[in-house]
T-cell receptor
Framework: EDQVTQSPEALRLQEGESSSLNCSYT??????LFWYRQDPGKGPEFLFT???AGEEKEKERLKATLTKKESFLHITAPKPEDSATYLC???????????????FGQGTRLTINP | DAGVIQSPRHEVTEMGQEVTLRCKPI?????LFWYRQTMMRGLELLIY????????DSGMPEDRFSAKMPNASFSTLKIQPSEPRDSAVYFC?????????????FGPGTRLTVL
């Protein structure tokens, strides 16, 4: 069974204090690892997809990396507007007809204090 | 381009009442997913449609839940009768497979409260 574990559950940083969020996964044949951002009262917003170990993607202050067992979301010099819950999901062995079935982690709640 | 549209955004009902949630996927997408999000269980996939056909409903909690997709631009999730433990945020997401990959785009959700 595909599993995703995110850590820490919550992280509080000062503005400008860089850090990383972790997503550990077990999957029978990774078909994609997805990062989403979710603001309170809103739906998850797509950030990145990574497909193979060693792959990296960047968007503004965020950079996602992938190994065979985990992914990191690095946040460099964060600002208060980066405060949100960050969700990690894997598309893996269970491939539904026509599309991927995603298994989500519980998320990391990130707070950036000014 | 409009994203996934869900209605209503908030629903408060009493136990035993029927609840219908609605979703309009992104135009051109051929896959549609219904999720439920709670603090305890996070995001859970309830049911998935491909080209308007239900493919996997193994996540539907029980027979009180049903979903339909009569055409490519509309889907409903119905709970009858509703119970307090159904209180959650329900999300609809859609995707289109391109080059062997597909990204799911989520709607704003419907917050359901069953009293």
């Amino acid at each position: 069974e595909d599993q995703v574990t995110q850590s820490p559950e919550a992280l509080r940083l000062q503005e400008g204090e860089s850090s990383s969020l972790n997503c550990s996964y077990t999957v029978s044949g990774l078909r994609g690892l997805f990062w989403y951002r979710q603001d309170p009262g809103k739906g998850p917003e797509f950030l990145f997809t990574l497909y193979s170990a060693g792959e990296e993607k960047e968007k503004e202050r965020l950079k996602a990396t992938l190994t065979k067992k985990e992914s990191f979301l690095h946040i460099t010099a964060p600002k208060p507007e980066d405060s949100a819950t960050y969700l990690c999901a894997v598309g893996g062995g269970e491939y539904l007809q026509g599309a991927q079935k995603l298994v989500f982690g519980q998320g990391t709640r990130l707070t950036i204090n000014p | 381009d409009a994203g996934v549209i869900q209605s209503p955004r908030h629903e408060v009902t009493e136990m035993g009442q029927e609840v219908t949630l609605r979703c309009k996927p992104i135009s051109g997408h051929n896959s549609l997913f219904w999720y439920r999000q709670t603090m305890m269980r996070g995001l859970e996939l309830l049911i998935y449609f491909n080209n308007n056909v239900p493919i996997d409903d193994s996540g539907m909690p029980e027979d009180r839940f049903s979903a339909k997709m009569p055409n490519a631009s509309f889907s409903t999730l119905k709970i009858q009768p509703s119970e307090p433990r159904d209180s959650a945020v329900y999300f609809c997401a859609s995707s289109f497979r391109r080059g062997g990959t597909d990204t799911q785009y989520f709607g704003p959700g419907t917050r359901l409260t069953v009293l």
